[in-house]
């Protein structure tokens, strides 16, 4: 989820995928993978506003890139 503080335009892809597997009559594995900013696309952040700062005007950070979570889950 974009942070409250990025500029206006914005774009990210969250993806999540999961698989439940019956192992035996009352068993289950459920296999998941999460990913934010699934296509890596890119977020810069906003210029820098201070007038007497070196760095006026230019954009010195961006956002997070990809993240990918996997996890397994035994259910009996």
Known sequence: ???PH???G???VDIG???KLKL???MSLEFRVEMTNALNLVNLSTP???RNSTSFGKITSA???RQTQLGL???W
């Open 1 to 3: 989820m974009p942070e």
């Open 6 to 8: 990025t500029p206006a």
């Open 10 to 12: 914005a774009k990210w």
């Open 17 to 19: 995928l999961f698989r």
């Open 24 to 26: 035996k009559e009352l």
């Open 48 to 50: 820098a506003t201070g």
């Open 63 to 65: 956002a997070g890139m």
């Open 73 to 75: 889950r035994l259910a």
